[in-house]
Every structure is written in structure tokens, then in C-alpha cells.
């Protein structure tokens, strides 16, 4: 009786390889999420050499508790009306005609208890440990969203533009160096007519 032949082998040296195509594959095709922040400057370490007497009424107070509630100058408040009042209070321009802190460009209430001028103008925010981040997010982007409409206005204003889109071609490293330097000066100049004071407090239970 002639005898069986055993099982072919099989033919396992270009298995290396193919592992390898496949990583590259997945390397390539990939996308791997980053987390996404918030751009805020620090303010420098050097203390003052002066003390900073701030009034309460220049002081904008926005409290976030555990439930996600706000507490907008001691009252609550919804978060979709959170920008108005914001822009209100930077707006307001209460010091009087006359005087060196007098706000010619505001167009708010004028009302002497509130902000004096923008310069002087700070937002305070302070939240709870477990304020949900969706919230604090939704929070943060209103208080800025507040700082923009009044820049987009006055940069309108005085150039025809919004200061977003400004800001943006400034900020482009693809921009050319002439039209950048041209708008550094744009740019410098509508953020000192609302500099972005604001300050967020150690979070505590609200």
C-alpha cells in the first residue's frame, strides 16, 4: 500500500511583512482626538508694585453651582440671556462726562452703580467642584462671546470689519508680513477698547 503524503506547509515568511503594511495602515488612517482648551493668558508672576483697589461695582460676579445653575450678580439667571447682561455691564460706561474715566464709545445704561469704563471692568467667575465641564464650557463661551460682540462693533466702526475675522487673518502664519504688521496695530487698538478681564475664582461648593 503506497504511503500518504503529509499536509502541504504553508508558506509563512511574508507574514512579518504583512503585519507590517497593516500598522502602517492604521497608522495612516487613524485619527486620534485631542483635547481641546481654552485660551487664556496668565497673568505675570511679578506682583504689582502698587496694591489694585478694585470697586465692587466694576466687579461682574458669575456663580455656577453643582446643578449648573447661575447666580449672575447674586441672582439667578438662564445662561441664554448671561451674554446680554454681560455685555451690558462692559457697556455700561457709568463713570460721568467729564471725568478722565468717561467712556465715549459705550452705548450702554450709564448707570453710576455699574462699571465705570471697560478698562476697569472684570468679569469674575467662580464654580462649583462638580459643575458638570459641558457647563463651565457653555459659560466660558458666553462671557467671551460678549467680549467679541463688543469688539466686532467697534471694530466695524473703525475699520469696516469684524474684529473676529481681523483677528484671525492676524493670527494666520500663512498671512504676509506686511499685511500682519498692518494689522497688529488694528487689532491692539480694539482690544484696549475692551480688554478681556476675566478673572475665575478657586472653585469651592456653590
Known amino acids: 500500500m503506497p504511503r500518504r503524503k503529509g499536509a502541504p506547509e504553508v508558506n509563512a515568511g511574508s507574514m512579518a511583512d504583512i503585519a507590517f503594511l497593516l500598522l502602517i495602515f492604521f497608522l495612516v488612517t487613524t485619527t486620534i482626538e485631542t483635547d481641546a482648551g481654552l485660551d487664556r493668558m496668565l497673568p505675570p508672576i511679578e506682583p504689582p508694585d502698587t496694591d489694585v ?26 445662561i441664554k440671556d448671561l451674554r446680554a447682561a ?14 478722565p474715566e468717561y467712556c465715549n464709545y459705550c452705548k450702554g445704561e450709564r448707570d453710576a452703580s455699574s462699571s465705570d ?21 457653555t459659560v466660558q463661551n458666553e462671557l467671551v462671546a460678549a467680549y467679541n460682540d ?57
Open 86 to 99: 454681560a455685555i451690558a455691564f462692559l457697556d455700561n460706561g457709568g463713570s460721568p462726562s467729564g471725568t
Open 117 to 137: 469704563n471697560p478698562q476697569k471692568a472684570i468679569i469674575s467667575l467662580k464654580n462649583d467642584r462638580e459643575t458638570s465641564y459641558s457647563t463651565y464650557i
Open 150 to 206: 463688543l469688539r466686532n462693533r467697534e471694530s466695524k466702526r473703525l475699520y469696516g470689519r469684524d474684529f473676529t475675522e481681523m483677528e484671525a487673518e492676524y493670527l494666520n502664519p500663512e498671512t504676509p508680513s506686511s499685511v500682519r504688521d498692518e494689522l497688529k496695530e488694528k487689532v491692539q487698538r480694539i482690544q484696549e477698547l475692551f480688554p478681556q478681564k476675566l478673572s475665575e475664582a478657586e472653585t469651592s461648593k456653590i
Open 53 to 78: 483697589i478694585i470697586k465692587q461695582k466694576n466687579i461682574f460676579t458669575v456663580n455656577i453651582n453643582r446643578n449648573g445653575q447661575l447666580l449672575v450678580e447674586e441672582k439667578l439667571m438662564d
